[in-house]
């Protein structure tokens, strides 16, 4: 297959992951079982549901903790600043500049594959369902988008070319939840993939990604939850390669997901689980919504989206490392 094709692939590959989030995500309404809390999680690792009586409160930052610029300012003002609170230790700093330096890494790549947007079709009821289509408009602004952020990205100083992966690792091993679920996706990356497994870190990623996402699903990370579903259920992409499959857990974390993003999406998954089996089950993922997330629920994205693709609609840039 020409490399060409192989990019293009896994480019395509991401970005349906991150659309599939986004459908997902868009689904409404609640699951609301309620029954009391008192089970380990099963199957390999530390157990992710906590022991009765347990509370994990979520890390708070220092109350002094300088907060991260604002998503639109211009790149050139950002990242000496960044990289000054990045190499001082600050984990959140890491994180934003981290996805900073990437998305410029990244959409070098990315735009030397993109393709011409659709041409509207002739027939008027043809273009009224092309401009409903968020998948078409996705694809739409895509070109502006990029070439507007590539023209920002020339700001980026020698020092700091091809250091995003660097800093995204750096924050994601000091703990900050949104930096372990990137890292352990494989983000840090380029869409391709190409390269990735003769990278030296590959296998200390290999080593640590499983450990990260569960942390940062004990830590509150909302987005984790998606990708232990995904990992639990199939394997696509890298993370998901590292786990073993498991039905049941895959069936705890999608009651989860729905808890935490009030979908019903998830019901099919007891389906051919017995009745003991489903009450434990519902048991185990009231127990993470509650100890890991207070019981709260959460809008947006369910998927934190890959740097080299446009913010998901209704947002005009990413949110970087913020608390969700």
Same mark, same amino acid.
């Given at each position: 297959?020409?490399?060409?094709?192989?990019?293009?692939?896994?480019?395509?590959?991401?970005?349906?992951?991150?659309?599939?989030?986004?459908?997902?995500?868009?689904?409404?309404?609640?699951?609301?079982?309620?029954?009391?809390?008192?089970?380990?999680?099963?199957?390999?690792?530390?157990?992710?549901?906590?022991?009765?009586?347990?509370?994990?409160?979520?890390?708070?930052?220092?109350?002094?903790?300088?907060?991260?610029?604002?998503? $639109? *300012?211009?790149?050139?003002?950002?990242? @000496?600043?960044?990289?000054?609170?990045?190499? /001082? =230790?600050?984990?959140? #700093? &890491?994180?934003?500049?981290?996805?900073?330096?990437?998305?410029?890494?990244?959409?070098?790549?990315?735009?030397?594959?993109?393709?011409?947007?659709?041409?509207?079709?002739?027939?008027?009821?043809?273009?009224?369902?092309?401009?409903?289509?968020?998948?078409?408009?996705?694809?739409?602004?895509?070109?502006?988008?990029?070439?507007?952020?590539?023209?920002?990205?020339?700001?980026?100083?020698?020092?700091?070319?091809?250091?995003?992966?660097?800093?995204?690792?750096?924050?994601?091993?000091?703990?900050?939840?949104?930096?372990?679920?990137?890292?352990?996706?494989?983000?840090?990356?380029?869409?391709?993939?190409?390269?990735?497994?003769?990278?030296?870190?590959? $296998? *200390?990623?290999?080593?640590?990604?499983? @450990?990260?996402?569960?942390?940062?699903?004990? /830590? =509150?990370?909302?987005? #984790? &939850?998606?990708?232990?579903?995904?990992?639990?259920?199939?394997?696509?992409?890298?993370?998901?390669?590292?786990?073993?499959?498991?039905?049941?857990?895959?069936?705890?974390?999608?009651?989860?997901?729905?808890?935490?993003?009030?979908?019903?999406?998830?019901?099919?998954?007891?389906?051919?689980?017995?009745?003991?089996?489903?009450?434990?089950?519902?048991?185990?993922?009231?127990?993470?919504?509650?100890?890991?997330?207070?019981?709260?629920?959460?809008?947006?994205?369910?998927?934190?989206?890959?740097?080299?693709?446009?913010?998901?609609?209704?947002?005009?840039?990413?949110?970087?490392?913020?608390?969700?």
């Amino acid at each position: 297959m020409m490399p060409r094709i192989r990019r293009a692939l896994g480019i395509a590959a991401m970005a349906a992951l991150a659309l599939f989030a986004v459908t997902l995500w868009q689904k409404e309404a609640s699951m609301t079982p309620s029954a009391p809390s008192d089970a380990f999680l099963g199957g390999r690792g530390e157990p992710l549901v906590p022991a009765p009586g347990t509370t994990r409160p979520r890390p708070v930052e220092p109350a002094d903790a300088e907060p991260l610029p604002p998503e $639109d *300012r211009p790149l050139a003002s950002l990242l @000496g600043p960044l990289a000054a609170r990045a190499d /001082a =230790g600050d984990r959140k #700093a &890491a994180c934003r500049l981290g996805m900073e330096l990437l998305r410029c890494e990244h959409l070098e790549h990315q735009a030397a594959l993109m393709a011409p947007p659709p041409a509207p079709p002739d027939d008027q009821d043809a273009r009224k369902a092309m401009r409903s289509s968020a998948s078409v408009d996705f694809l739409m602004r895509e070109p502006a988008w990029i070439a507007e952020r590539l023209a920002q990205c020339k700001a980026v100083p020698t020092a700091l070319a091809g250091q995003g992966a660097r800093y995204l690792e750096q924050a994601a091993l000091a703990g900050e939840p949104e930096a372990m679920v990137r890292y352990a996706e494989g983000q840090h990356w380029p869409p391709s993939s190409r390269g990735a497994m003769a990278d030296p870190s590959f $296998d *200390r990623w290999r080593r640590n990604a499983p @450990g990260m996402m569960r942390r940062a699903l004990k /830590a =509150g990370y909302p987005e #984790a &939850a998606f990708a232990l579903m995904i990992a639990y259920q199939d394997d696509g992409g890298f993370h998901a390669a590292l786990i073993p499959n498991d039905p049941e857990q895959a069936a705890v974390i999608g009651l989860l997901y729905a808890r935490l993003y009030g979908s019903q999406s998830m019901e099919g998954r007891l389906r051919g689980m017995d009745a003991a089996s489903q009450a434990i089950a519902i048991r185990q993922a009231e127990a993470m919504h509650r100890e890991y997330f207070q019981g709260r629920r959460f809008s947006g994205s369910a998927y934190p989206y890959p740097a080299f693709l446009p913010p998901v609609p209704g947002q005009t840039t990413h949110d970087f490392c913020r608390e969700p």
